[in-house]
């Protein structure tokens, strides 16, 4: 059957593209205040145009992309993982296809954000994060981000599996090797634990932020394989890289435990590394998180005869 358009009908349809049109252009107006007030500081003030840009044009994903990345910045991970799924369906209904990786890692990424506070599943950012690497599969974080997933789904070889990956993908990146050696210590690999810490140390810079982690989680793994006196070379770099270790009390715990354990025992200076711990890590809210650390450094101070 031939359609027949009349006059009012062909009218009114130009005058719902036109609404359409001027919609997309007001939010594309809002969008750019948006980008204005984020530059001058005013982040609140960013959102808000943002938010008020995207009812006007739901469709654009690029202004739920904005809209995310301020979101992540205030950790909000509901929004993050609601305007993610928005940018999504925007961004295939634009292209016809799954197009941009990101959108799919900050979903994943935020809904494990929340299943770390235990208000949702890991299980649900496992798709996510899978769906992120099929688009782009040099996305390093995203394997990173699968892996410490997989983990607690009690998948270990997966987690295994991705943790490598991200390091093949971005090998100067410290930040991977460390959870995949502590799984592999898990596992009572500690030999494989201990060639991955090792790697990440050839790349660590000084200054980088990982490396006292690195050096302190080698140390304790060279304990594991009873060879204290290079447990102790590590603990002693560990210390010296963070300096005087105000984000790192544990440094000198460790290292004065070390020294303890020596044969024949290092007295001197596991009096002088455990009082430094118990005054500055054993009184107020950090006692609370060094409970057990506290009460060793009590032990081996008694043994030694060493008043805290």
């Known amino acids: 059957m031939q359609k027949v358009w009349t006059a009012g009908l062909l009218a009114s349809l130009a005058m719902m593209g036109l609404a359409c049109d001027r919609s997309k252009a007001e939010a594309v107006e809002l969008s750019n205040e948006g980008d204005t007030s984020k530059k001058g500081g005013n982040i609140e003030g960013a959102i808000a145009k943002w938010e008020e840009a995207a009812q006007l044009d739901p469709d654009n994903h690029r202004i739920q992309g904005r809209l995310l990345q301020a979101y992540r910045k205030k950790e909000d991970w509901d929004k993050v993982a609601s305007a993610a799924v928005k940018a999504q ?68 070889k997966g987690a295994i599996d991705n943790y490598n990956k991200a390091i093949e993908k971005n090998p100067e990146s410290t930040d991977f090797y460390g959870p995949l050696a502590g799984l592999y210590v898990n596992l009572n690999f500690v030999a494989q634990a201990e060639q991955v810490l090792k790697e990440g140390l050839s790349f660590a810079k000084e200054g980088d932020k990982r490396l006292f982690n690195l050096r302190a989680q080698l140390g304790q793994t060279l304990e594991l394989k009873g060879d204290l006196s290079s447990a102790i070379r590590e603990y002693e770099a560990a210390k010296k890289s963070c300096g005087v270790c105000d984000d790192h009390k544990e440094a000198h715990f460790l290292l004065g435990a070390a020294y303890y354990a020596a044969n024949p025992p290092r007295k001197n200076e596991a009096s002088s590394e455990l009082q430094k711990f118990y005054k500055t890590a054993c009184k107020g809210a950090s006692a609370v998180r060094f409970r057990a650390e506290c009460d060793q450094t009590m032990e081996f101070s008694r043994k030694l005869g060493t008043n805290l």
């Open 89 to 156: 369906r925007a961004d295939d209904k634009l292209n016809g296809k799954k197009m941009f990786a990101s959108y799919y890692f900050e979903q994943g990424y935020a809904l494990s954000r929340i299943a770390a506070t235990g208000k949702g599943k890991w299980a649900d950012a496992r798709q996510p994060l899978e769906t992120a690497i099929q688009l782009d599969p040099n996305m390093a974080q995203a394997y990173f981000e699968l892996a410490e997933v997989l983990l607690r789904v009690d998948d270990e």
